[in-house]
């Protein structure tokens, strides 16, 4: 497996605050990795840094072998990376479709409207929203605005994709329902970079954890050895949460 996306000492900083500090790390092609750590850790950041949302204060990015650092977010879009946002705020006055087809029409690859319309169509059915298609943004329900920004995201073709906490606010039936739906978007070939805060959905979905603390990414590896290490304990889990896992035997 070839790396598709690598972070070689990037940092941000906000006037004194240091965001992001110091981040290196690889994604291979086709994984599912997860990117946890407490609020304010610095995810949204990175996430932003890697699709060009941000400027880097220092450090490199390199995308499919090709330095990427001082992209504009359209290039990353247009280059095959994607991402949704933590908070979902789709044109409301647009239909379901027409929203998606914006985004279609923002990864580039499509030229007529109507090209970026049946995408997304295409898009909306794999997310199963096909039957709202032709109704109002506006009159989504949370989880639908999740599964359009997925669609929306989908639609820009993407060969890594950032999972901006998709399934926060989410029940468990739905969140179930997320989950089917990312793995379908790994079977495509997508590597996912996942946001995400719910431990029981980071431990069933990803191959690799990275754990952002400060700024700093304190560990990265296979979900058990990460979830064990004394660092992600004392910074994120809490002792409680390492005891609970140990006693209900919560290994991967
Ligand atoms: P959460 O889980 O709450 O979404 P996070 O891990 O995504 O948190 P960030 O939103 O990336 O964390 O924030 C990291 C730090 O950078 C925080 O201290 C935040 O206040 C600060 N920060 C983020 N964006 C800006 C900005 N545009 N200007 C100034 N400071 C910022």
């Known amino acids: 497996m070839s790396e598709i996306l690598r972070l070689e000492k990037v940092s941000k900083a906000f006037g004194g605050i240091k965001a992001v500090n110091d981040v290196s790390f690889g994604l291979k092609e086709g994984q599912i990795v997860a990117l946890i750590g407490p609020n304010g850790a610095g995810k949204t950041t990175l996430v932003n840094l890697i699709t060009g949302v941000l400027p880097l204060t220092e450090g490199k990015v390199f995308f499919a072998g090709e330095e990427v650092t001082r992209q504009k977010a359209f290039q990353a879009a247009r280059r095959g990376l994607a991402r949704t946002f933590q908070i979902v705020q789709p044109f409301p006055e647009m239909s379901v479709m027409e929203n998606v087809a914006a985004g279609a029409l923002f990864g580039g690859e499509l030229g007529s409207r109507r090209e970026a319309e049946a995408e997304a169509r295409r898009e909306l059915a794999f997310v199963g ?72 959905v980071v431990l069933s979905i990803s191959e690799r954890i990275l754990v952002l603390h400060h700024g700093e990414l304190i560990a990265e590896g296979a979900p058990r050895a990460v979830l064990e290490d004394e660092r992600v304990v004392e910074a994120y889990l809490g002792a409680k949460f390492a005891a609970r896992m140990r006693k209900e035997g919560l290994h991967v």
């Open 129 to 200: 929203l096909d039957r709202l298609a032709d109704s109002p943004a506006s009159s989504l329900t949370l989880p639908g605005r999740k599964r359009l920004e997925l669609a929306k995201s989908l639609a820009m073709k993407p060969k890594v994709l950032l999972l901006d906490e998709v399934n926060a606010g989410l029940n468990t039936a739905e969140i179930d329902g997320a989950l089917t739906l990312i793995r379908k978007i790994a079977e495509r070939g997508v590597t996912i970079l996942l946001i995400e805060h719910l431990m029981k």
